[in-house]
């Protein structure tokens, strides 16, 4: 005997379980931490192949952990291969970020710190950037 579940019921019923056991309490849509807007957007042009990106992925977690609570937008600009560029071209146009992508197509292994409201380039991280550098200069640019 097959029976068809209707994915809105079992979406109501999900909602509603976790709403009791959370106390009750659903978040609206229209309601928003009051950190919600990123003041500054850390972009990783970043490829599987990528030498570059292996060796400076450890030092920007070390530093995204250490500044959890800084109002920072981690992006990832994934040039792999033409799949993952064609959606980071999507993406990048989204952020209004389409600018930078243009001018790094196919350049992978640094991090561009920009500016959320003018989306200018605050600051440029390389391997060559320790944790320390990287955490000082991810605080800096959300300053």
């Not at 379980?17 to 990783?44: C, F, H, M, N, R």
Request: glycine fraction near 4%.
């Amino acid at each position: 005997m097959n029976q068809t579940i209707k994915l809105p019921s079992v979406i109501t019923a999900i909602a509603v379980s976790l709403a009791l056991l959370g106390g009750g309490a659903i978040a609206q849509a229209d309601e928003k931490p009051e950190s919600a807007e990123a003041k500054t957007y850390a972009v990783l042009f970043y490829a599987d192949w990528c030498g570059t990106c292996k060796a400076l992925d450890p030092k920007i977690e070390e530093a995204r952990e250490a500044l959890a609570e800084e109002p920072v937008l981690y992006v990832t600009f994934d040039m792999t291969d033409e799949k993952t560029t064609r959606h980071t071209a999507m993406l990048a146009n989204a952020l209004q970020l389409d600018e930078h992508f243009n001018e790094n197509a196919g350049r992978t292994g640094f991090l561009l710190l920009i500016d959320a409201e003018s989306r200018e380039v605050v600051d440029r991280i390389t391997r060559e950037d320790s944790a320390e550098d990287i955490r000082n200069k991810i605080a800096a640019a959300t300053s």
